[in-house]
């Protein structure tokens, strides 16, 4: 399989939705219930770092970043998305997507990336410790998905380039 990795599209939404659909049904990727309107999902990512995955057809997954916070000090860190189409999970499509993803946001002056996982979502820790991701902590009962509280594993990268 040869992936090709490019910029997500507004054309690209409503296939990328389906993929972040896929993600919320497994109760294990984000506590959104439902994926926005293109518009929305725009407004609240950055413009860079905003990758599809393709293998000559169909996106197979798709990775974005999102500012952690609007205060200028923390304008070099973001927060990581990266979804895999549930038919193509196991087949690195997770970890080309995220090393694309390092590269352009230390381009863009990132210094550091942060995921914040659910702790059952063993595939997602693997893949952002395969790319120089550590955990620095846990927050316990962070949020209700369900009625039922749930921890996240935070998870961050700092670049070694950027930042120094």
């Known amino acids: 399989m040869e992936l090709q990795i490019a910029p997500l599209r507004a054309e690209d939404w409503e296939e990328v939705r389906a993929i972040y659909r896929e993600g919320i049904a497994t109760g294990h990727a984000t506590f959104e219930t439902d994926a926005p309107g293109w518009e929305a999902w725009d407004r609240g990512h950055l413009r860079v770092g905003r990758l599809v995955a393709r293998a000559g057809g169909p996106v197979l997954g798709w990775a974005a970043l999102s500012p952690v ?96």
Do not use: H
């Open 69 to 164: 916070s609007g205060r200028c000090v923390y304008a070099g860190v973001a927060e990581l998305s990266l979804y895999v189409r549930a038919a193509a999970r196991g087949q690195g499509i997770g970890k080309a997507l995220l090393r694309v993803l390092i590269e352009e946001s230390e381009r863009a002056g990132i210094w550091t990336l942060q995921g914040g996982v659910f702790p059952e979502n063993a595939a997602s820790i693997a893949v952002q410790k395969a790319c120089g991701f550590r955990e620095v902590g846990r927050r316990e009962r962070i949020g209700r998905m369900n009625g039922v509280w749930r921890d996240t594993v935070l998870l961050e990268r700092r670049s070694a380039v950027v930042g120094l």
